[in-house]
C-alpha cells in the first residue's frame, strides 16, 4: 500500500531567512531601547548633540523587525510539492511507449 503525497503546498516557515532577520534585528532594538531609555547620561547626551541615538536606533530596529514579521506572514515561503518521478520499477526513466 503505498502513500499518496499531498498535492498541496506547504508552508516553509520556519527556513524562511525574513524571520531570522527580523530576530536577529528585534534583540538588538530590545537591547538599544533600553540603553536608551535606562542608561542615558549627559555625557551621552553631549557626545551625540543632544539626541538620544541608543533610543532612536532601537526604535527604528524594532519598526524594521515589525515590517519584517508582517511581510514574512502575509507572503510566507511557500515549498512546492515533491514531484516523484519514480515509477513501479524503481527506476527513475519515463515509461518507453511502444
Request: glycine residues 10%.
Amino acid at each position: 500500500m503505498a502513500i499518496e503525497p499531498t498535492s498541496r503546498p506547504r508552508k516553509g516557515g520556519a527556513f524562511d531567512i525574513r524571520l531570522i532577520i527580523a530576530l536577529l534585528t528585534g534583540v538588538y532594538g530590545i537591547i538599544l531601547t533600553v540603553m536608551g531609555i535606562a542608561f542615558y547620561t549627559e555625557a551621552d547626551e553631549q557626545k551625540a548633540a543632544g539626541v538620544n541615538i541608543n533610543l532612536w536606533a532601537g526604535i527604528a530596529l524594532l519598526v524594521f523587525t515589525a515590517l519584517m514579521v508582517l511581510w514574512a506572514s502575509l507572503r510566507p515561503l511557500i515549498v512546492p510539492p515533491r514531484q516523484d518521478q519514480t515509477d513501479e520499477s524503481g527506476t527513475d526513466e519515463p515509461p518507453v511507449a511502444g
